[in-house]
């Protein structure tokens, strides 16, 4: 099976960076999706923050947009997401996936941001 695995969080104050990481096994066909990251804080619903089309274009929910950037290097069944002034309520479980026909989900990467 396509595992997915996820990297790069950690514990930050508010108004710095962190760069997630999310690779594919191979096979996936990755670039052959439109991909996202997903978060989930503890007792809430899994949400989709950001998302790129096979084309490559992008979209965002409003409480990161402008903050967080979502890239792809298909080449290597790469997903990046950029995430800028974080904000203690980005504190969650971050994952990624397809938009469509998930994989399993893989671990996730933990964001814990302190004000």
């Known amino acids: 099976q396509v595992q997915l695995v996820e990297s790069g969080g950690g514990s930050v104050q508010a108004g710095r960076s962190l760069r997630l990481t999310c690779v594919a096994s191979?096979?996936?066909?990755?670039?052959?999706?439109?991909l996202g990251w997903y978060r989930q804080a503890p007792g809430k619903q899994r949400e989709l923050v950001a998302a790129i089309t096979t084309g490559g274009s992008t979209r965002y929910v409003d409480s990161v947009k402008g903050r967080f950037a979502i890239s792809k290097v298909n080449a290597k069944n790469t997903v990046l997401l950029q995430m800028n002034s974080l904000k203690p309520e980005d504190t969650a479980i971050y994952y990624c996936n397809k938009l469509r026909n998930f994989y399993p989900w893989g671990q996730g990467t933990q964001v814990t941001v302190s004000s």
């Open positions: 191979s096979g996936s066909r990755f670039s052959a999706n439109d």
